[in-house]
T-cell receptor, first 115, second 110 residues
Framework: SAVISQKPSRDICQRGTSLTIQCQVD?????MFWYRQQPGQSLTLIAT?????????ESGFVIDKFPISRPNLTFSTLTVSNMSPEDSSIYLC????????????FGPGTRLTVL | RKEVEQDPGPFNVPEGATVAFNCTYS??????FFWYRQDCRKEPKLLMS???SGNEDGRFTAQLNRASQYISLLIRDSKLSDSATYLC???????????FGQGTTLQVKP
């Protein structure tokens, strides 16, 4: 499995501001995924990020609200823009195994609270 | 209808008990199936993949019934450390998009 780190691990932000979350993987991977886990809920995929191309967003998520960068094969960022209290969630990045397979391994998550 | 459905529980069982979790999925074309475990305030961790023939890993047994679109997880000889939320996860078309069930909470008591 890959070793994944995320920064920050948590943050408390004011309404209307933006936060950029970083995800670093210890090996090169083709796709990186960003998920949201709202309080008491399960995980929902926000978007898939491939290096060198625009991220693919799931229904209900838009690039203006959640811009994603994927500058290389080991790193990605997710920005939560113009935050509101409804954006309070855990944001997780994940990757598939570098050697193949469809399971995913998750970073430790970023716990975001918006006041 | 939810794409992946689980009984949220909680399941409260004594140590040593056998407990079974069930999960149904709506897309008959789904390709890959997994059980993840999530501890409180932690990220989900892969417990096991689920294969058509069924598979076992120590005290854990997973079964897949494609005809009924049903996945199960059996935990034998429950330990206190098994207390967690168990997530049923489906990959519908092997594109990388995982669909998560809402999770089933297990509490093993001494």
């Amino acid at each position: 499995s890959a070793v994944i780190s995320q920064k920050p691990s948590r943050d408390i932000c004011q309404r209307g501001t933006s936060l950029t979350i970083q995800c670093q993987v210890d090996s090169q991977v083709t796709m990186m995924f960003w998920y949201r886990q709202q309080p008491g809920q399960s995980l929902t995929l926000i978007a898939t990020a491939n290096q060198g191309s625009e991220a693919t967003y799931e229904s209900g998520f838009v690039i203006d609200k959640f811009p994603i960068s994927r500058p290389n094969l080991t790193f990605s960022t997710l920005t939560v823009s113009n935050m509101s209290p409804e954006d309070s969630s855990i944001y997780l990045c994940s990757v598939e195994p570098p050697t193949g397979g469809y399971e995913q391994f998750f970073g430790p998550g970023t716990r975001l609270t918006v006041l | 209808r939810k794409e992946v459905e689980q009984d949220p529980g909680p399941f409260n069982v004594p140590e040593g008990a056998t407990v079974a979790f069930n999960c149904t999925y709506s897309n008959s074309a789904s390709q890959s199936f997994f059980w993840y475990r999530q501890d409180c305030r932690k990220e989900p961790k892969l417990l096991m993949s689920v294969y058509s023939s069924g598979n076992e890993d120590g005290r854990f047994t997973a079964q897949l019934n494609r005809a009924s679109q049903y996945i199960s997880l059996l935990i034998r000889d429950s330990k206190l450390s098994d207390s967690a939320t168990y997530l049923c996860v489906v990959n519908e078309d092997n594109t990388g998009k995982l669909i998560f069930g809402q999770g089933t909470t297990l509490q093993v008591k001494p």
